[in-house]
Each structure stands twice: as structure tokens, then as C-alpha cells.
């Protein structure tokens, strides 16, 4: 079936780097999601990978995908306050790349 | 670009009574959305379609809810009877018809029911 599992919370000090890790279950997903929702507002893509990808870079973001073990993880360099939102990762599953979220990590960046 | 729009914002209403949302999605996007987002959890895929056709409703719960779209444009999503746990954040989404799905989110309509 369609999974997707994330840890729910990260505390990171302000300059430190943050890595949000999550796992999926559908083998056959081309693409692989990161989307930010901040309070109040809808869900922003930040970036994504295709499963053929072992890494992805842009700018403070970087992907990782380990598509043996169906793990994903999302770096953010240098993180700063304004990085401060909730974290969702997507895989796109199905012959209509339906996506399928999971529940979502909270980050929290202090000074 | 105009985003994707939905209205009404929020909604309070009483269990039992009925509740519509409108979404429009961003022009040329074939394919349109709606999730069930409760407080403290993911996106939950309630409807998809592409153009004016349904491509996967397998989590939409059929007794109370129904959604619809007009020539393949605005999508209206209706609850009837709401129920408690209905309460909730209904999001509308659109993506253009490219392989990679990046979708566009609404800001969503805050659903309290009472």
C-alpha cells in the first residue's frame, strides 16, 4: 500500500544545518516531493527528486534518496528563522502521479 | 500568475447541516485536487481529477461527500450530512499537465463543525 512516514518534530539552533528524514513504501514512484506549509498558508513545493536521482542540490537545499532502503531525506543549510514551517514529504504514486503526503515535520529554529 | 482560490476561507457550521467549497485552479491545469488536512496530520487525497473526468476518489467517503467539476475548470466539493470529524482544512490543488507534479495549492477553507 501507500505510505509515507516522517518524524513530527526538529529543534535546530539558528546557522546549524537541519536534516528531515522519511520513508516511503511505494517502490514504483517516479517522483519523490518536498513541500513547506507555513502557518496559515497552503503547501509550497520546495523541491523534488526523480527516483533515478541518488542526490538533488538547490542552493541551501539538498535531496538525498537511498531508493533501496525507500528513504528520503531534505538538508537545509545554514538554517535561518524564516525556515521556521512544517515539512512534508510527497511521493508520486500511480499512473496519475497521485501524491501522497506524509504527516509532516515541524521545524523549529532558535536563536 | 494568479494562484489557485478557494472560498470561503472558513466555515462553522452544525453537525448535520451542509457545506459547499469552491475552488478554482490556476488556467490551463488539467488536473485538480482536493485533500482533508486535520490539525496535526498530512494531506489526505479525498478526490483527483483530470480535466472534468475522476482519475481516483478511492478515499472519498461517498455517503456524505461529493465533488464535482464544471467543464474541467472550477471544482466545487460539497459535505452533506457534516459530521465532527469532518472538522478540518479542505485544500484544493491544481497541476499543470507536465510528468513532474509540481502542484499549486489554495490556502484552504477551515472547516469547523459543531
Known amino acids: 500500500g501507500e505510505d509515507v512516514e516522517q518524524s513530527l518534530f526538529l529543534s535546530v539552533r539558528e546557522g546549524d544545518s537541519s536534516v528531515i528524514n522519511c520513508t516511503y513504501t511505494?517502490?514504483?514512484?517516479?517522483?519523490l516531493y518536498w513541500y513547506k506549509q507555513e502557518p496559515g498558508a497552503g503547501l509550497q513545493l520546495l523541491t523534488y527528486?526523480?527516483?533515478?536521482?541518488d542526490m538533488k542540490q538547490d542552493q541551501r537545499l539538498t535531496v538525498l534518496l537511498n531508493k533501496k532502503d525507500k528513504h528520503l531525506s531534505l538538508r537545509i543549510a545554514d538554517t535561518q528563522t524564516g525556515d521556521s514551517a512544517i515539512y512534508f514529504c510527497a511521493e508520486g504514486s500511480g499512473g496519475y502521479n497521485k501524491l501522497i503526503f506524509g504527516a509532516g515535520t515541524r521545524l523549529a529554529v532558535h536563536p | 500568475e494568479a494562484g489557485v482560490a478557494q472560498s470561503p476561507r472558513y466555515k462553522i457550521i452544525e453537525k448535520r447541516q451542509s457545506v459547499a467549497f469552491w475552488c478554482n485552479p490556476i488556467?490551463?491545469?488539467?488536473?485538480l485536487y482536493w485533500y482533508q488536512q486535520i490539525l496535526g496530520q498530512g494531506p489526505k487525497l479525498l478526490i483527483q481529477?483530470?480535466?472534468?473526468?475522476?482519475?481516483?476518489d478511492s478515499q472519498l467517503p461517498k455517503d456524505r461527500f461529493s465533488a464535482e467539476r464544471l467543464k474541467g475548470v472550477d471544482s466545487t466539493l460539497k459535505i452533506q450530512p457534516a459530521k465532527l470529524e469532518d472538522s478540518a482544512v479542505y485544500l484544493c490543488a491544481s497541476s499543470p499537465p507536465r510528468q513532474v507534479t509540481e502542484a499549486f495549492f489554495g490556502q484552504g477553507t477551515r472547516l469547523t463543525v459543531v
Open positions: 527528486i526523480f527516483s533515478n536521482m
Open positions: 481529477f483530470q480535466n472534468n473526468g475522476v482519475v481516483d
Open positions: 488556467s490551463g491545469h488539467a488536473t
Open positions: 511505494d517502490s514504483s514512484s517516479t517522483y
